[in-house]
């Protein structure tokens, strides 16, 4: 990594952030990340020590940023939506909703309808009292009010259904989102928890060695410099062409990215059931043809 140091003694920029516990950076300095594109922030400020700094990113980021979480939002009886984030949406953002208690298999959607400032969360079914929904607003350039802790993929290791995965310094009150990178059936995710340095996943079955989960987990900013930004975001809406395996053309998308894929609408419980990201494309496996009445949202991750 090389680094200006800018006359003032206080500013300083190059292509990669300081790492975690340099020294020589006073408390308060600022760093420009050069050449900063896609979703990066290209702001960072040392919230750390002289003897061992911590650069945070603030102000806002190049691309789609999460602009707030919601949830997780306890459930009732008798009505398959919910109202989320009240005047804290707009018509442009990216709403992604995941389950953070559950019970069954049954799916999530999440729009912002027409001329409103809240998601709206639709379930396959009435959820009742056993679910739990969490949301995620995606805004672009944006001042995030959530950055990534961590992201990746994991290859189940099985024996239940439940499945562990060690994500060090996750803490409770951090949020989740996944989707299966690869399976073998069409098992379903059911929930995400974030618990002290774990992510547990539930599905509705023994996931065996054959599966692995994409994850991402977000925090709020400002206390941590983030792994991970977010790429590229979009939503696909499928032809009338297409099959039960969408292919999203993401130009400059690399195989070694994160993808999350959530419903944006669906009238149906098809579920989707994997998510594999190559050169320029992301190839989505859903459980049946989604035809015209279904749209996906889906963020593409990349490490910092």
């Known amino acids: 990594m090389k680094t200006t140091h800018f006359p003032n003694g206080v500013c300083c920029g190059g292509t990669s952030v300081p790492r975690t516990g340099l020294s020589g950076y006073s408390p308060g300095t600022l760093y420009s990340l050069k050449d900063a594109s896609l979703g990066q922030a290209p702001a960072w400020i040392n919230i750390g020590t002289y003897a061992s700094c911590l650069f945070v990113p603030y102000g806002p980021v190049m691309g789609y940023g999460v602009h707030t979480v919601g949830g997780p939002l306890d459930c009732t009886n008798g009505s398959t939506t ?50 739990d929904f969490q949301v995620a607003v995606l805004r672009d350039n944006c001042v995030p009010g959530w ?40 098992d379903v995710i059911r929930k995400a928890v974030v618990t002290a340095d774990t992510l547990t996943v539930t599905c509705d079955a023994d996931p065996s060695t054959a599966h692995s989960i994409h994850y991402v987990i977000f925090r709020p900013r400002g206390s941590f410099k983030p792994s991970h930004y977010i790429a590229y975001a979009g939503t696909h809406t499928p032809a009338d062409a297409e099959t039960a395996t969408i292919t999203t053309t993401v130009t400059g998308a690399l ?13 149906d419980a098809d579920t989707i059931l994997k998510a594999v990201v190559t050169a320029n494309t992301l190839t989505t496996t859903l459980s049946a043809d989604p035809v015209v009445a279904h749209a996906l949202n889906y963020m593409i991750l990349r490490a910092y």
């Open 255 to 267: 195989a070694t990215d994160v993808a999350i894929v959530a419903w944006h609408t669906s009238d």
């Open 82 to 131: 919910s109202q989320m984030l009240a005047g804290m949406v707009i018509p442009t953002d990216l709403c992604f909703a995941g389950m953070f208690e559950s019970d069954d298999n049954d799916q999530v959607q999440c729009t912002v309808p027409a001329g409103k400032n809240y998601a709206l969360v639709t379930n396959s079914a009435d959820p009742l009292v056993a679910h």
């Open 147 to 186: 950055d990534i802790f961590a992201a990746g993929t994991h290859t189940t290791v099985g024996g239940a259904a439940a499945e562990a995965i060690t994500v060090t310094g996750a803490l409770a009150g951090d949020l989740a989102f996944v989707t299966y990178g690869a399976t073998n059936d069409t």
